[in-house]
């Protein structure tokens, strides 16, 4: 969740409310920026509160890779009102939900779309405004109700996001509009505050030190000391090392069947005999071979 001068914001997919990353203040204090992760086939909303009451009514418009596609008024009379917006309204009664989809790449020079410097990016400004009419009937504000199209492969964004929309469906109430006028010369020309949410894959956002990267698992940390680790080496260095271990083998062996030598007979001359010098055991090293090949 952000929270910026009175309001908070944040996007809730499939029920879950997305963790935000590296929140960052722009403008004076009047944007807030992060990013949040996004997963393919996934819808979302976009949710937003005035927290304290402003006394101020406001219009909350939500804008994704570019282009607007949503507007919804607060009556800003009481504190913690909260809205929402689900995807584009097609009708008073019917809406297709926001839904994060992969950016489709071609290699054709025909079939290219302009690449919107706001692609991967779901904007909401909120207006202060003052409401003069309630009730209204519906009118369409959305530019398109389609995924941005295809971008050339040249420009470097294969793997990317955009927004895109799922099925059509139902609205529990009929929407109604209301017609508005700027709260105040300022507000005319200036968002009180605006909210910046950049999507992008996990693993993207994890890879660029983003997001934190996952924690190995215990299996994998408790590696015991004394564990000998194999590398992938070249086939030309396994046989070598096959070579010298048949090589020591030869020698063990031939050690283990080399005679005894004779103890020398003692001469009578000698009062004390010296006690005859044990033989010594050579014990068979347990050599095994690893084929590496």
Known sequence: MLSLRGFSAWIVSEGDQLEVFKPEEKD???TVCCWIPSRVGKKFEVHWMDVYGSGVATAGRVAVDGTTMASVALNGNKEEEKVSAQGVQLSESEYK???????QVTNSDFAITPISPDLGTITLKIWRITIMARNLPFRAIAARTDAHGPV?????KGGSHV???GAAKKTALVKRQCHSVPYSPEDQVTPYVTFIFRYRPLDLLQANDI???PEPTAGLAAVPRNAITVKDDDPADDDEKIRALEEQLKVLKSRKRKPEPESPKISKRVKSESKPALPIAVEEEEIEIIDLT
């Open 28 to 30: 004076g204090g009047r």
């Open 211 to 213: 997001a934190p990267r």
């Open 163 to 165: 927004v895109g929309f």
């Open 97 to 103: 939900p926001f839904m994060f989809s992969a950016l």
């Open 152 to 156: 050339h492969e040249k420009s470097k």
